[in-house]
């Protein structure tokens, strides 16, 4: 019955992130843009996808620190609710207030990537299904997955604004549309995660069942501690660029339309998931944490040069290289804070991580609508990114070089 039910929750599980990171993309290419057209200013849409970040940060560690304890699958189901209603209230208000109300409560993701309490989970489940050696790999075709489908969602997303508002409807009225898209999309995850068997949950053992637990975490403490400040480090770095402020720089810098930045992303997205696969076969070689930094390195040069360049096919060619290698960390990544923590904190070690991320991301985007505010600033955020970036590279190898997963010491 066990590798019945792992046939079946694993294409599930996959399923899952293939939905959600299409709504998320569909959503992402023109959230910036709907929201200036219900009358926000740069500042205020920046302010709001701080909020978003923050309040994710916020219900992301409720919801992962006790999944281990009252059930991964309820925990799914109800950060898709939380998603669904996001969607709901951003189209039925134009409210500010009410705009940032349902940012800091619901799910809804600025940058096309994963927000909420589903990457961690989902992380925890699939580890709970699989033997540590296909652990890696098997992650990098859950991230291709995901990347296939926000590369999908970016294309549809964008074009289908493009359409409607070739066919007559008003922008603000083709944006709505991608938002009721969006909502939608939780409805359909809620039902999937209703699907998923009991082999997702953990059991703890007698020995850790008493041990004294802050945030979900009890030995693995100290290491998740300090993986959490190097990656909201990076995050913070991150969130200077979410892609929805990259398509507004696109935007204001070469007056393209919400379909040519679609198309651009469809082709970031695309090379990204391609190079999770790399990034699989190179960690076996080179182990998890040189694959992390030794690709991570170069694509943060990439991404510096961006805004140098003087024309938009040599802008977006630097912006395709960055993401030909850029992702290449993610699985590796999510790989290595599964195989350092016991199996019964791994929702919380995930979620404590994508906390710190979710926090450091936070901050930045209002600092962006800062910059894209000022003409002279404009491409400030990839230069701060890109050098921020570096800095976590250099952190990241100099303190993790040494601890090396189960799975590379045999």
């Keep these: 019955m066990y ?9 599930l599980l996959f399923s899952t992130r293939i939905v959600r990171l299409f709504c998320y993309e569909f ?6 843009l709907y929201l200036a057209q219900v009358g926000l200013r740069e500042e205020q849409i920046g302010l709001v996808f701080s909020l978003t970040l923050a309040g994710d940060a916020a219900v992301t560690l409720w919801l992962t620190t006790t999944a281990d304890r009252l059930g991964r699958k309820r925990t799914l189901i109800a950060g898709a609710l939380l998603m669904f209603g996001a969607g709901v209230v951003f189209i039925v208000t134009r409210n500010v207030a009410v705009l ?23 992380q925890a489940s699939l580890s709970q299904l699989l033997p540590g050696e296909r652990r ?3 992650f990098a075709w859950y991230n291709l997955a995901g990347s296939l489908a926000t590369a999908t969602g970016a294309l549809t997303g964008g074009w289908l604004a493009h359409w409607l508002q070739a066919g007559g409807a008003s922008a603000l009225e083709a944006y709505r549309v991608i938002l009721a898209g969006y909502a939608a999309g939780g409805i359909v995850l809620a039902f999937l995660f209703l699907s998923l068997s009991k082999d997702i949950e953990v059991s703890a053992r007698p020995d ?13 403490r100290p290491v998740v501690i300090k993986l959490s400040a190097l990656f909201s480090l990076d995050a913070f770095a991150g969130g200077l660029i979410v892609q929805s402020m990259i398509a507004y720089w696109f ?10 930045i679609g198309s651009i992303f469809f082709g970031t997205n695309l090379l990204a998931g391609i190079s999770a696969l790399l990034a699989a076969r190179l960690a076996g070689k080179i182990g998890l944490v040189k694959t992390m930094v030794f690709t991570h390195v170069p694509s943060n040069i990439f991404l510096i040069l961006v805004p140098l360049m003087p024309s938009l096919p040599l802008a977006v060619a630097m912006l395709l290289l960055r993401f030909s290698i850029s992702q290449m960390d993610v699985p590796t990544r999510q790989s290595y804070t599964m195989a350092v923590v016991a199996p ?21 985007p209002s600092l962006t609508g ?12 990839f230069f701060l990114s890109g050098g921020l970036k570096l800095v976590y590279d250099a952190l990241l190898f100099r303190n993790f070089r040494a601890l090396r997963p189960p799975e590379e010491l045999r």
């Design 208 to 220: 850790v069942e008493t041990a004294p637990r802050s945030l979900g975490l009890h030995r693995s």
């Design 370 to 381: 800062i910059f894209l505010a000022s003409p002279a600033l404009l491409s400030l955020p």
């Design 27 to 32: 959503l992402s290419v023109v959230l910036a």
């Design 3 to 11: 590798l019945i039910n792992r046939r079946i929750d694993v294409p």
């Design 344 to 364: 019964d904190e791994r929702s919380a070690a995930s979620g404590v991580t994508g906390i710190a991320r979710s926090v450091g991301a936070a901050i930045s």
């Design 100 to 122: 940032m109300a349902a940012a800091i409560i619901g799910v809804i993701s600025p940058s096309g990537n994963e927000i909420g309490p589903f990457l961690s989970v989902e």
């Design 136 to 138: 890696t790999h098997v």
């Design 251 to 260: 935007h204001v810098r070469f007056g393209i339309s919400a379909g040519i």
